[in-house]
Nanobody, 113 residues
Framework: QVQLVESGGGLVQPGGSLRLACAAS????????MGWYRQAPGKQREFVAV???????SYADSVKGRFTISRDNAKNTVYLQMNSLKPEDTAVYYCKSQTGGYWGQGTQVTVSS
C-alpha cells in the first residue's frame, strides 16, 4: 500500500520560512520522480517543483529562487524548503510520486501577518 505523508505546514509571517517533508512508503522511492504541488482556495492545483531520481530539479516560475526541493533516499523522504514566503503562497501543499500518480493528503501553509 502506497502512503505519502506530508508534514511541516503551518502559519508563518510574510518573509518567513517553512520546511515541508513528505515521507513515502510502499514505493521504490529511489527510482521515483517526486513532486510538490499546491492548491489555493478557489484555484486549481498547480505544479510547484519536481526532483528526478538523479537529483535534477525544476520549479514553477512563481517559486524559483525562493523554494528548494531535495530528497533523502535513505529516509524515503522528499523536502520542500520555502523561504521568503508571500501571502500568495498560502495553499494546501501536496507531494506526488510522479510514477504511479500517488498523492499525499496535503499540509496547509498559511502566510499571513
Amino acid at each position: 500500500q502506497v502512503q505519502l505523508v506530508e508534514s511541516g505546514g503551518g502559519l508563518v509571517q510574510p518573509g518567513g520560512s517553512l520546511r515541508l517533508a513528505c515521507a513515502a512508503s510502499g514505493i521504490i522511492f529511489d527510482s521515483t520522480v517526486m513532486g510538490w504541488y499546491r492548491q489555493a482556495p478557489g484555484k486549481q492545483r498547480e505544479f510547484v517543483a519536481v526532483i528526478t531520481t538523479g537529483g535534477l530539479t525544476s520549479y514553477a516560475d512563481s517559486v524559483k529562487g525562493r523554494f528548494t526541493i531535495s530528497r533523502d533516499n535513505a529516509k524515503n523522504t522528499v523536502y520542500l524548503q520555502m523561504n521568503s514566503l508571500k501571502p500568495e503562497d498560502t495553499a494546501v501543499y501536496y507531494c506526488k510520486s510522479q510514477t504511479g500518480g500517488y498523492w499525499g493528503q496535503g499540509t496547509q501553509v498559511t502566510v499571513s501577518s
